[in-house]
């Protein structure tokens, strides 16, 4: 390979925060023009090494090359200006703003002032919007916008200062399975316009469509690079956990699977917001013991507000909720989780756990008085800690120690933070959202295994998933959500992808088409 083919070099880049060792040695060539995927485990380095390119962390050791020259990015800016942008996971745009002003948000105002020069401005963005081909409409506020638009937002915030190099960390974790495919065709039609992406996912499926270089990195280590096509996605994820990886479901047993009696019963269950909008309407399902059922369902359509209103986020307005037969349908969270039940929330930020508290807070969080944390009333501090040791590698909780505050640990290990405290409590009803979100493979592997057994405890499960992959996997029975409705609920052994896929899609069945 010719120099000039190279847009980023790095060799042997380590970084250190404190004494914990985030990055041990990385090498990485990046030719120009290609899309290079960086996969690895929850906590192998991604992020942090992204976030060096960034100019938001600085290496501990070893040398960044660009265009074939050593560099240093002390901040985002320079790194702006060296022409590296970075589309984070967790968006920073203003939800009151339009997308054009979120665009050159801070940065052109002299130019493109609000006040001055509001009108040059949309324009200009405009002229992005259709250079790239986003379908966003300039002067749309962003609040009005779904998280695949607010994506887009982000990516052309960073071409409008002419990124060349554009760094993508983990883009498709929050993203529905049709606004992957159009993130993929942005990203070939970023690759036509001579554009180098970097580009961070677990998912082996989206290595294989996206990429044309895989880079997988272990424990702070860069292990291995192939050209993608010449890859199994078998080979990547031995490399990536270092082991091979089964991702085994529950499958179809010879003999019939025997429930026991309901542990949870919705009757008539409905839920409308503030402005008088159905958000789940009527609906009705019981969960046996034993029984692991999953909704399948395009995000927004009911599917988080069920979820809600099982846990008593959200109130009801008509229906009923049964836990073990006892009605809890006006019973406030603490009741339901002391009555039995679990809960993952697919945002492990804002609801999962508390990132200010230590790793130990958050396990102990709705676990004291079943793991026998307290005494006489006050935290054991010993005991509490020795449970957190013990999940923290029961869970495999990568770079956490009793003591780390959750908002230090990568976001796959916060997230495994959440399923190990919720999965102690061995509750009769489980509600798990998005559970591998953002998970590397092996840590699925685990995850769906902790499922399947306390299905089989005689546990219940309601699983909710944006992954249909997931839901066949691990599901005894299948209801699709859309528009707020419970539109069928089928036997795992009577449903196939299509046929559900087609009732997300607005309720036409297979049989009926
Ligand atoms: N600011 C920080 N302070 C201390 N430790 C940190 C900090 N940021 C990251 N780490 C640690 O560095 C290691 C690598 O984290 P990083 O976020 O880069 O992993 P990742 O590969 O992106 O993981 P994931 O797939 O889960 O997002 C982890 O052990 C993490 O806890």
Not at 180 to 199: K, N, P, S, Y
Not at 265 to 285: K, P, Q, Y
Not at 382 to 406: H, M
Not at 419 to 431: Q, T
Request: hydrophobic residues 45%; contains cysteine.
């Amino acid at each position: 390979m010719n120099e000039h083919d190279e847009i980023l070099t790095l060799s042997a880049i380590a970084k250190n925060f404190g004494d914990k060792v985030a990055l041990k040695h990385v090498d990485l060539s990046v030719r120009r023009g290609a899309v290079h995927v960086i996969c690895g485990e929850n906590g192998a380095g991604k992020s942090t090494l992204m976030n060096i390119l960034a100019g938001i962390h600085q290496p501990s050791a070893g040398t960044i090359q660009l265009n074939g020259r050593a560099v240093t990015i002390p901040d985002p800016i320079t790194a702006s200006r060296l022409g590296i942008g970075m589309v984070h996971q967790h968006f920073t745009l203003v939800p009151s703003m339009t997308v054009a002003e979120n665009i050159y948000l801070g940065r052109h105002i002299r130019k493109y002032g609000f006040f001055s020069d509001r009108k040059a401005m949309t324009e200009r963005a405009g002229e992005l919007i259709e250079r790239f081909n986003f379908r966003l409409d300039a002067e749309a506020p962003v609040r009005s916008l779904s998280v695949g638009q607010r994506q887009r937002v982000e990516i052309l915030k960073a071409l409008a200062f002419d990124a060349e190099l554009l760094i993508l960390d983990e883009p498709t974790a929050v993203l529905t399975p049709p606004e992957v495919d159009e993130l993929i065709g942005i990203i070939d039609g970023l690759r036509a316009r001579g554009r180098t992406i970097l580009f961070i996912t677990h998912k082996l499926r989206e290595v294989k469509a996206v990429s044309d270089v895989v880079t997988v990195i272990r424990r702070g280590e860069s292990i291995s690079t192939y050209p993608t096509a010449t890859v199994s996605e078998t080979d990547i994820a031995r490399d990536m956990v270092g082991r091979n990886v089964f991702l085994v479901g529950r499958g179809d047993s010879a003999e019939p699977r025997r429930f026991g009696a309901p542990v949870l019963s919705l009757e008539g269950v409905s839920v409308t917001n503030s402005t008088g909008r159905l958000l789940l309407d009527a609906v009705s399902l019981d969960i046996r013991a034993g029984e692991i059922v999953g909704i399948a369902g395009v995000d927004g359509n009911g599917q988080t507000e069920l979820a809600e209103a099982i846990v008593g986020l959200i109130e009801t307005q008509a229906g009923t909720i049964t836990l073990n037969g006892r009605d809890i349908t006006t019973a406030s969270v603490p009741e339901r989780l002391q009555a039995g039940m679990g809960f993952v929330p697919e945002d492990r930020l804002d609801r999962g756990l508390s990132i200010t508290m230590s790793v130990a807070e958050n396990l102990a969080a709705t676990n004291y008085t079943r793991s026998g944390l307290t005494r006489s009333g006050l935290v054991d501090v010993a005991r509490r800690d020795a449970f957190a040791s013990e999940k923290i590698a029961e869970f495999d909780v990568r770079g956490a120690a009793p003591a780390t505050p959750a908002g230090q640990l990568s976001g796959g290990n916060m997230q495994k933070l959440v399923i190990a405290r919720e999965l102690n409590r061995d509750p009769d009803l489980l509600v798990i959202c998005q559970p591998t979100r953002g998970l590397d493979i092996g840590a699925a592997e685990f995850i769906y295994a902790r499922m399947m057994a306390a299905a089989d405890r005689g546990r219940a499960v309601l699983l909710i998933s944006s992954e249909l992959s997931e839901i066949f996997a691990l599901s005894d029975r299948i209801g699709v959500m859309y528009s707020g409705q419970l539109l069928k609920v089928l036997d795992r052994k009577d449903a196939d992808e299509i046929g559900v896929g087609q009732l997300m899609n607005g309720g036409v069945t297979a049989e009926a088409a």
